[in-house]
């Protein structure tokens, strides 16, 4: 295709056939679309490209051929837009709908296969739990047998500390009975 024979819109650089090209007053040419939107919305009536003023009148700005074709081309575009945004809707919501069957008839299958697994899981899960609370058991019997030991050791530890206390302050006693007295008279020479 030769991209030297295809005209360009200046408003909105679509290609334009030769139907459809509207020829500004300083030769810049743009899509009858846009022509009919520039007319029919009061704007600026400048060429997009070189900014040069033309005159509405002069483009046959009464020529209800014209206004009928690009109104016609407008609803054309706005249907096309419309149709083409539906199709795609559509479409994704086929994809979707397809996957959802496939999803469930797989599902079906995975259903029995995860119910069967959790049961399984389950009466490994409820052994373990009772090997947990047998050992606990078992540890706790154990802590409490250390624990009471332990007591025991230490109420004979302090038993022994005070029978030790009683002797020493026995032997304190007996050994200031001994001790002469170093400040009575007989002790002086």
């Not at 030769?2 to 139907?19: H, K, L, S």
Request: proline letters at 2%; hydrophobic letters at 30%.
């Amino acid at each position: 295709m030769n991209n030297q024979n295809i005209d360009i819109c200046a408003v909105c650089r679509d290609p334009i056939g030769n139907t459809g090209v509207v020829v500004l007053d300083c030769g810049h040419k743009i899509c009858l679309v846009d022509y009919w939107n520039i007319i029919n919305r009061d704007m600026v009536n400048r060429c997009p490209e070189c900014r040069a003023g033309w005159n509405v009148n002069g483009m046959n700005r009464n020529n209800t051929e014209l206004d009928r074709l690009g109104q016609t081309i407008m609803d054309l575009r706005e249907d096309n837009e419309y149709m083409e945004e539906q199709h795609e809707r559509m479409t994704m919501e086929k994809i979707q709908q397809e996957a959802l069957v496939r999803q469930l008839t797989t599902l079906n299958g995975y259903q029995e296969a995860e119910i069967s697994r959790r049961k399984t899981e389950k009466l490994a899960l409820q052994k373990t739990i009772l090997k947990a609370e047998e050992y606990i058991t078992n540890i706790k019997k154990k802590h409490k047998k250390e624990l009471i030991e332990e007591d025991d050791k230490m109420i004979e530890m302090k038993k022994k500390f005070r029978d030790m206390r009683r002797y020493a302050r026995e032997y304190r006693e007996d050994l200031v009975k001994m001790k002469p007295d170093y400040n009575s008279d007989e002790s002086v020479h």
